[in-house]
């Protein structure tokens, strides 16, 4: 059991959606970036992904990437982004971080030079957008053996003959992405997104979170209703671009983690 599997386990006995929230390690500087996910728990988060910058994020819209530019030119680096997660750690021993990003830093390091590094710095968890399951023994196994969940993405486009091999080997949660499409580009629809979480859940017993297009209280609430909860980063991300106070910043992520957990 992962810090992962006690939260949705501890949410689904109290009746709750999870609210997960996506910051960008190193935005706009380390010192920012932490405070902020030092005050995520106490707004609500039931779980951090804590975003790794890098230089080429394919996945990301334009507010994630230039959060990721703002971080690497302030000297964020992997070993930064698990250094801000260990500081966390010292205050806060209960609640999941996912180290998001992509596969090149990782690979720079050394696949068990990072899990053994990750694991020590309290990250529990991995999304790793490109690598596809055809690429399972490069790094989802040994994470998985070495106790971190890793976390894949199922998409519109992830049709039925798909999906068992992107549920394969996946653990933690499975992150449904609910636009085809980057992050921040369209809003999500829970009318579209109900059956296609229905769909995923009839194939695994692993809770299903939504994320993409969520922006609103009333978006989180409306997605998280039909899901196991919901995503929020973009939305986030903009807030901590637009220079607002952090107080402000973690208001509005409140907002949001209420609504999700009204879902």
Do not use: W
């Not at 998409?155 to 394969?168: A, F, H, S």
């Not at 629809?189 to 009839?202: L, M, N, Q, Y």
Request: glycine share 10%; aromatic share 6%.
């Amino acid at each position: 059991m992962t810090r992962i599997d006690d939260k949705f386990a501890a949410l689904k006995a109290a009746g709750k959606k999870a609210f997960v929230s996506y910051i960008m390690a190193g935005d706009t500087d380390e010192a920012t970036s932490l405070e902020v996910m030092k005050g995520l728990p106490a707004a609500g988060v039931d779980i951090i992904e804590l975003g790794l910058p890098f230089t080429d994020p394919m996945a990301d819209g334009p507010t994630i990437q230039l959060a990721g530019q703002r971080a690497l030119e302030g000297g964020m680096t992997l070993q930064k982004t698990l250094d801000m997660a260990a500081e966390f750690r010292k205050g806060d021993d209960t609640t999941p971080i996912v180290l998001m990003g992509y596969y090149n830093p990782i690979y720079n390091r050394g696949v068990d030079q990072f899990l053994a590094d990750a694991k020590a710095a309290g990250i529990d968890g991995l999304i790793v957008v490109d690598l596809p399951p055809e690429e399972d023994e490069e790094l989802c196994i040994p994470a998985q053996a070495a106790g971190l969940n890793f976390i894949r993405l199922a998409t519109p486009t992830t049709d039925d003959k798909r999906l068992p091999k992107v549920l394969q080997n996946t653990s933690g949660f499975v992150y449904y992405v609910s636009i085809t499409g980057i992050t921040g580009a369209a809003e999500a629809s829970a009318a579209d997104v109900a059956p296609e979480v229905a769909r995923i859940k009839a194939a695994t017993d692993i809770p299903v979170i939504v994320g993409f297009g969520v922006n609103t209280p009333e978006k989180a609430e409306a997605i998280a209703g039909v899901a196991d909860g919901t995503v929020v980063g973009s939305a986030i991300v903009s807030q901590i671009a637009a220079g607002k106070p952090v107080a402000e910043v973690l208001a509005f992520v409140k907002s949001l983690a209420d609504g999700a957990h009204r879902g």
